[in-house]
């Protein structure tokens, strides 16, 4: 957990300035803090630090530097007060709902989220009496209605995870405000490069930074940032139970945030042209992305988001089979459950990330046998394109 003040710069610039203090040896890049604890003066150094009444580093699960500099980027990025960084993206979804929520709370979350944070919401959390009522995409005047007098939390993605759908955050960060709830958004997709939740209401965001923001399928890692009453009690859960970020990892994801605006827009630039070669062949159904025109929800896609993002969801023709056959067929681009790479990556999810859910579930979260998922990278896009094609073919 890290909190500091200073002048805000553009993005651009706090995702490469942001830094903690230089050593005695002033180096520019920053070390590596590889180590399990800290020493303390005196005894009364101990004891003052222990009582909280000093801003120091105890224990490495509980705070480390190179996990202070990283969470102190993405807090300046998306607006946020403070944050704490996690081992991986799914320590921060389970450890920001346990810290937050008391036996017998009641979640309301959209629909199309991530298959484990579902499997969360639907398996685990019960067993304390926690309990999910979910809307889907369509169904958004639908959300006061399953309210209840115990809801503590209004929970989405967006873009959604796999079917790339956008949700109106103005609307949800006013509902929340009006049904006093904690409206907590996965911004994964989207990076704060492309948006900040915060701005639209949002008093948590959370991120899986394994993604986009380590950008080259290197290190696990996820962080949670907002307001500095939440996160406290998200952080004074989370040094007793452990799902703390390794330095070595907050150290390469505090650098790989210094290229994420650069590589987010070509990220970007590429896959606005996939989706434009995908939406003109006749063995795709439709083709999801948001700054397509064709996209349901395009307009407020740019009224949200300042690009599109890195990922592409298109139907093939012929249901699970064909989507089953399309992978077998791809050469250049990855078969992987992961995204944000620089090498570009197809999911079909119906029988990989989301082949748990029952049929009638992966329909309500919009996907349908045929549905691939493209994480597009950053090889040059006539390549990625005739990979494609010649799969589709």
Not at 129 to 134: C, G, R, V, W
Not at 218 to 237: A, D, M, N, P, W
Not at 303 to 320: H, T
């Amino acid at each position: 957990m890290h909190n500091k003040t200073r002048t805000k710069n553009h993005i651009e610039t706090e995702a490469i300035r942001t830094q903690i203090e230089r050593s005695q040896f002033l180096e520019h890049s920053n070390p590596l803090y590889l180590t399990s604890s800290y020493i303390f003066e005196d005894a009364e150094d101990m004891r003052a630090s222990f009582a909280d009444e000093k801003q120091r580093n105890i224990y490495s699960r509980y705070t480390n530097p190179n996990n202070s500099e990283f969470v102190d980027k993405v807090c300046r990025m998306e607006g946020a007060e403070n944050g704490y960084a996690f081992a991986t993206g799914m320590s921060a979804v389970f450890s920001t709902f346990a810290a937050l929520l008391d036996s017998g709370d009641h979640i309301v979350s959209c629909q199309s989220i991530f298959g484990s944070t579902q499997t969360l919401f639907n398996n685990i959390l019960p067993k304390w009496n926690i309990s999910t009522s979910y809307f889907r995409i369509n169904e958004i005047d639908r959300i006061e209605s399953l309210i209840q007098p115990n809801t503590k939390i209004l929970y989405a993605e967006s873009p959604t995870n796999p079917a790339v759908d956008i949700l109106d955050l103005t609307l949800l960060g006013d509902l929340a405000k009006k049904h006093n709830l904690i409206f907590i958004v996965d911004n994964c997709f989207a990076t704060p490069y492309l948006q900040q939740p915060i701005k639209f209401g949002a008093h948590l965001v959370i991120h899986s930074a394994t993604k986009l923001m380590d950008g080259q399928g290197r290190v696990l890692g996820g962080v949670t940032v907002g307001s500095s009453e939440l996160i406290q009690k998200i952080y004074l859960f989370s040094r007793n139970t452990g799902p703390a970020l390794s330095p070595f990892n907050a150290w390469i994801l505090s650098k790989s945030l210094e290229t994420l605006p650069v590589r987010v827009e070509k990220h970007c630039d590429n896959a606005l042209k996939i989706a434009e070669f995908l939406e003109g062949h006749d063995k795709v159904n439709f083709v999801k992305y948001p700054f397509l025109k064709s996209h349901p929800q395009y307009q407020l896609a740019q009224n949200q988001m300042k690009l599109g993002g890195n990922v592409v969801a298109f139907e093939i023709k012929g249901g699970i089979d064909a989507g089953r056959n399309f992978l077998n067929a791809i050469q250049l681009l990855s078969l992987s459950a992961n995204l944000g790479d620089t090498r570009s990556i197809v999911t079909h999810p119906a029988s990989t990330t989301h082949a748990k859910l029952s049929e009638e579930d992966r329909l309500k979260t919009g996907i349908t046998g045929g549905l691939i998922r493209v994480s597009v990278g950053l090889e040059h896009p006539e390549d990625i394109i005739n990979d494609l094609n010649q799969a589709l073919n």
